[in-house]
């Protein structure tokens, strides 16, 4: 397979997490978002939505959008697991993964943010109030759906689709300097997580085009 990726995209982290964690290799293709290598005729050839990651299967199909590729790994290489037998706690893992996904991550990609500066007029530090506003009411959720779980991981003691798509949320929100210091029940499980050879693995500093 190949994983069409860029270090630091948080959706695309989450994919090189979860291929690591079920052992599966795969070709790492850089996409440059700064240069704008995701909206080359190229690339939107293969992947029309311009976003990255893009997994490439080996028989040349195309997947795209960072969860449908989970769920894809999950239903096609079950084991190891990264969601457990039991369908109500398939539901609040999943939970967690759409607030990540669906409620804090869209609304802090590049064209959002780039569009609040060049289009809405947003300045640095309005730009930033953005960011938070959105990571912090995520969070604050999250936080105390894990103070109420207590297990090493998001829920228990074993990673989940809901650590795969944390990691990287958390990775991010350091990055843009959050205060994290409320949250330490989030920074408990990343960092535990976050220190798993699949995750470490999966790290945007240990990718090739860091
Ligand atoms: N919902 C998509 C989001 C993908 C996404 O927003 N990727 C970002 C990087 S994290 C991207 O390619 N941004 C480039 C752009 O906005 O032009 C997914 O989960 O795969």
């Given amino acids: 397979m190949k994983l069409y990726s860029y270090f630091r995209s948080t959706a695309a982290y989450r994919v090189r997490i979860a291929l ?14 700064l240069e704008g290598e995701q909206k080359s005729p190229d690339y939107l050839a293969r992947n029309p939505q311009g976003l990255v990651p893009a ?11 960072s969860v449908a590729i989970l769920e894809w790994l999950e239903e096609t290489h079950p084991s190891p697991a990264l969601l457990p ?7 609040r893992i999943r939970s967690l993964v759409n607030s990540i996904a669906c409620d804090i991550h869209p609304l802090n990609n590049v064209s959002v943010l780039n569009h609040l500066r060049e289009q809405l007029g947003a300045d640095a530090r309005q730009v930033h109030n953005w960011y938070c506003t959105w990571v912090q ?3 604050d959720a999250i936080e105390q759906t894990l103070a109420e779980n207590g297990g090493p991981c998001c829920f228990g003691d074993q990673p989940t689709l809901a650590d795969v798509c944390l990691v990287p949320q958390v990775f991010n929100a350091r990055r843009f ?17 976050g220190s798993l050879r699949a995750f470490a693995r999966a790290h945007p500093n240990a990718q090739p085009d860091a």
């Avoid at 690591?20 to 978002?33: E, H, I, T």
């Avoid at 300097?177 to 409320?182: A, E």
């Fill in 55 to 65: 997994l490439e299967l080996e028989g040349g199909e195309l997947l795209s959008q």
């Fill in 137 to 139: 009411r995520g969070f």
């Fill in 20 to 33: 690591n964690f079920k052992g599966l290799p795969y070709d790492y293709v850089p996409v440059n978002l």
């Fill in 85 to 91: 037998e039991d369908p109500l706690e398939r539901a």
């Fill in 177 to 193: 300097r959050i205060p994290m210091k409320g949250y330490r029940h989030i920074r408990r499980v990343a960092d535990h997580c």
